[in-house]
């Protein structure tokens, strides 16, 4: 075996170790980004409409609308601007690209 074919076999080694070490990282970022799309209570702009992902969790005392006999029969689910998904979640146009949970409520609910 010359010189160039052991250069060769050791850098053809070292890249498939590299890409082995690479593959199994590569699964986490998939596996965490599973809740990645759904919109975030804590975010900011889900703070200000109050929007929690179970709707009996809703702040009553700053979103009075969701204690009223009408608004308890508020949902996402029920709302104008919900765009039904799977496992109970769907897009909202307030929150483009999140979804949110069929079960959720906040205060830019609109009747449909
Ligand atoms: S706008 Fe409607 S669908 Fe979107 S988070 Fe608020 S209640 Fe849910």
Redesign the pocket.
């Known amino acids: 075996m010359n010189h160039q074919t052991k250069v060769a076999r050791r850098t053809l080694l070292r890249k498939a170790l590299a890409a082995s070490a690479v593959i199994p990282l590569a699964g986490i970022p998939i596996i965490l980004r599973a809740d990645d799309h759904r919109?975030d209570e804590a975010h900011p702009s889900a703070v200000a409409?109050g929007?929690r992902h179970d709707a009996a969790d809703v702040d009553t005392q700053k979103f009075p609308a969701r204690a009223t006999p009408e608004g308890k029969k508020?949902?996402?689910?029920n709302?104008?601007?919900?765009q039904s998904g799977s496992d109970g979640w769907?897009g909202?146009?307030?929150?483009p690209g999140k979804q949110?949970k069929g079960m959720?409520?906040?205060?830019?609910?609109?009747s449909s």
Do not use: E, R
């Not at 508020?74 to 689910?77: D, E, G, M, R």
């Not at 709302?79 to 919900?82: A, R």
């Not at 959720?104 to 609109?110: D, H, L, R, S």
């Open positions: 919109v409409l929007y508020q949902f996402c689910s709302c104008k601007l919900y769907g909202c146009a307030i929150f949110v959720g409520w906040c205060g830019a609910w609109i």
